[in-house]
Every structure is written in structure tokens, then in C-alpha cells.
């Protein structure tokens, strides 16, 4: 199977899962296929003073373990948080998990008192907000190059654009392709192989721990795409893509 180079993630996807329904009984269904900028930098902020599990991002003002938003920036009443508007609803939690409230004192913003934010009630309700999302792993900001109160500097999430897509049920599919594949080893490689065959590679699946996403989708680069409907897989296909997942930093 060739896929027009004009059909969208969404569509490739949509043409998958039927296929996937078809020749392997397999039922994925798509987790999300699209966030707002205000999402992706509400997961985003929330990831990266929680966890940062990015090999190659940090944010501008750094906590002590060198990875994460520092407390002290996130919760200075005097920053404007990019994209979300109103922090306080969302995650800044006072200790009775009620949400921080800022006065203007001289034209100078602080917190009112007994309202100031507290780390930990932060870290609930920011915990708490991943969780109600199902977001698990690494999270892109919601504009290009981040903002406060992290500044990464990251680039902007593919959801935002339609450019990535979370499907459900790879490692099912994997199994069941294996039941009737046996050139296949893994089942990595088998769904490897049969997402390429719809213009759709993982090249979020190799990392280890936390940061794997066997769910991300992205279209296949074009130097791995076949160039003829009747053109054979290729067998070194899998390996290509592990190398390319390897040399290469891809965002969510």
C-alpha cells in the first residue's frame, strides 16, 4: 500500500485502524489527535516541574536536581505565564488546596496573605491534572520555544498542528500481527512494519522507561516511504528507524 503524500496524520490513521480492524481483528481507537496551545502548555509546565523526562531540554531557572522548574519561579507572583492566563485556577494550590489569589500592591504583584501557593498542594493539583489527562510521558510546550515560567526553549507540540496522534492498543496490534507474521521478531518491528505501510512511524517508542510512547504517531519520513504499490517491505526497515529514533531528537 502507497499513501498519497497529501493525506493528513489524522487521515493515515483513520486508514490504519481499519486496517488493523480488517486483517488483524485488532480495535485501536485514537487517544487524542489534537490539543489547543493552552493544553499542550498546561501538560507541558505541569511535566517539567514534575518530572522533565526530555534527554536534551531544561528550563530556564532550574530547581537543585538540575532538571526541573524551580519552586521559586513558579511561584513568583510577578511572572506572566505564557499561553495560560489564569495559573491559579489550574495548578497554584494554597495549603488548603484552595486556589493562590495575587493582589497589586504599588503596582507590583504579591500574594494575598494566608493565599500564597504551596509547593506541595501545587504538586497535587498538577499531578492530579496530568492524570485526568492519561498524560504519562513527555509533554511539548504549547508555543515555539516555550515561555515562562519555563523557557525551555523547546519547540511546539505536533498535536497543536495535526502534525502527531495517540492511538491506543499498539502493543495488542503487535501481538496479533506476530500470530501471522513470523519474518517479524518483535513486536516492535511487526508494528513497525505495519504502520510504515500507512505512512506512520512511533519515533517516540525507543526511549527508555517513563519517556516511551508506543502510542505517538507521526508520519514516516519520506526517505523511509516506499516508492511503488508493488515494491516488497523492506526487511531492514525496523533497524532504519531504530537508528533514526536514535540520532535524532524528536518532541511530541
Not at 1 to 23: C, F, N, T, Y
Not at 85 to 94: A, K, V
Request: aromatic content about 6%.
Amino acid at each position: 500500500m502507497v499513501i498519497p503524500l497529501h493525506l493528513s496524520v489524522k487521515q493515515r490513521v483513520d486508514q490504519m485502524i481499519a486496517g488493523a480492524k480488517a486483517r488483524y481483528g485488532c480495535h485501536l481507537a485514537i487517544n487524542q489527535s489534537h490539543r489547543t496551545a493552552e493544553q499542550a502548555q498546561q501538560f507541558h509546565i505541569c511535566h517539567m516541574f514534575l518530572h522533565n523526562f526530555f534527554k536534551h531540554l531544561k528550563p530556564k531557572h532550574v530547581s537543585a536536581d538540575g532538571r526541573t522548574i524551580d519552586w521559586n519561579r513558579l511561584s513568583d507572583p510577578t511572572v506572566t505565564w505564557d499561553i495560560i492566563p489564569r495559573p491559579e485556577q489550574d495548578f497554584l494550590r494554597t495549603k488548603n488546596h484552595q486556589p493562590a489569589q495575587r493582589q497589586l500592591i504599588n503596582g507590583r504583584a504579591n500574594w494575598v496573605a494566608g493565599y500564597e501557593p504551596d509547593k506541595q498542594s501545587t504538586i497535587h493539583a498538577m499531578k492530579q491534572f496530568l492524570q485526568n489527562a492519561h498524560v504519562t510521558s513527555m509533554a511539548a510546550p504549547g508555543k515555539h520555544l516555550c515561555g515562562e515560567p519555563c523557557g525551555c526553549g523547546g519547540h511546539a507540540s505536533k498535536h497543536i498542528t495535526g502534525l502527531a496522534c495517540d492511538v491506543g492498543g499498539m502493543d495488542r496490534l503487535g501481538q496479533l500481527i506476530l500470530t501471522k507474521n513470523r519474518e517479524c521478531r518483535t513486536m516492535d518491528e511487526a508494528v513497525d512494519h505495519f504502520l510504515a505501510e500507512y505512512g506512520l512511524w512511533r519515533p517516540l517508542a525507543h526511549l527508555p522507561g517513563k519517556a516511551r510512547e508506543v502510542w505517538h504517531l507521526e508520519a514516516l519520513p519520506a526517505h523511509h516511504r516506499h516508492p511503488h504499490p508493488v515494491q516488497k517491505a523492506d526487511p531492514s526497515l525496523h533497524h532504519k528507524l531504530a537508528l533514526e529514533r536514535s540520532s535524532h531528537h524528536y518532541a511530541c
